[in-house]
């Protein structure tokens, strides 16, 4: 099993002057320590089971870019992009400049929107729930042909494109890992089917359930569910001294048995560091063989 690092806080000792040196503080601890991936949110306000919306949220692509300058082996995406946030083929650029920039660590972690509040806010476009899985799977379609060698016109109902030229194309071929978050039985899993190469899957109770699901949706499409990278989306609260890294390995071996390859989340207390230590030196590679 791998672990991935999801970065939702930026509420640190130090305010806004001191975020550039503790983010990379982070970002490297999580890499040096075996961490798969760094993640973080596509929004511009925090969102409520973290912090009042006042609190500090950094935009995802400026931070990923500044990420991939600050680290060597990690992957990078966002978990997840909004996808009525950025024209396709916009995001289709900034994912291939990410990846190009990075020496080839991009990932495309992409899904419906939710959060009408702050686009209403910032004045975002935000249409209703149907349209924006209208526009997620166009999305979708759009950078696919962006990142194959077909350069022509795309015409969907909602986006029209004349030319999906895409100079310089991606160092990850046939093109960065594209990652579909939600569980939605009827829409999200089916997307993942259809196009993802990962899935990202909130960890709770009903886990093995949407499993055998995004399972039927691959029978129907014709798709290997193999072939899909499970990924799980939790919270690692370890303790402040590691009182709980017993019970978390516990807990990350029952994933693991449900067949999820990537335990991606928040490490409660990131911001100190002692956390991540302690993840490194007990945790990573006690789940290794998992």
């Not at 930026?10 to 991936?37: I, K, M, N, Y």
């Not at 990846?99 to 686009?119: F, H, K, Q, Y």
């Not at 899985?133 to 350069?151: G, K, N, V, Y």
């Not at 129907?220 to 990278?229: D, L, M, T, V």
């Amino acid at each position: 099993m791998k672990l991935g690092l999801h970065i939702p806080d930026f509420t640190w000792d130090g305010g806004a002057s001191a975020l550039p040196g503790r983010l990379t503080e982070v970002a490297q601890l999580a890499e040096q320590g075996g961490f798969d991936r760094v993640s973080v949110m596509d929004h511009v306000w925090q969102i409520e089971h973290i912090g009042p919306p006042e609190h500090e949220m950094l935009e995802a692509y400026t931070t990923l870019g500044y990420l991939a300058g600050k680290t060597e082996r990690v992957k990078l995406l966002t978990v997840v992009t909004a996808v009525v946030y950025r024209e396709p083929g916009l995001l289709a650029k900034a994912v291939t400049t990410l990846d190009v920039l990075s020496g080839g660590r991009a990932m495309l972690g992409i899904g419906a929107a939710w959060n009408g509040d702050e686009a209403s806010g910032l004045g975002l476009f935000f249409p209703s729930t149907a349209e924006r899985f209208e526009r997620l799977e166009e999305a979708l379609q759009i950078c696919q042909q962006m990142w194959s060698e077909d350069d022509g016109p795309y015409h969907g109902t909602h986006y029209r494109l004349e030319r999906t030229l895409n100079s310089p194309q991606s160092l990850s071929r046939p093109h960065p890992p594209i990652l579909i978050g939600g569980a939605g039985e009827r829409k999200t899993l089916r997307l993942v089917a259809k196009y993802a190469d990962a899935c990202n899957i909130f960890d709770s109770p009903e886990l093995a359930h949407k499993l055998d699901v995004l399972r039927e949706h691959c029978s129907r499409e014709g798709r290997n569910y193999a072939e899909i990278e499970k990924t799980a989306q939790l919270r690692f609260d370890i303790g402040e001294n590691g009182e709980r890294v017993d019970e978390t390995i516990a807990h990350l071996r029952e994933l693991a048995d449900l067949g999820i390859e990537v335990a991606h989340g928040t490490v409660i207390g990131a911001g100190s560091l002692r956390p991540l230590e302690l993840m490194a030196e007990r945790i990573i590679p006690a789940v290794a063989d998992f």
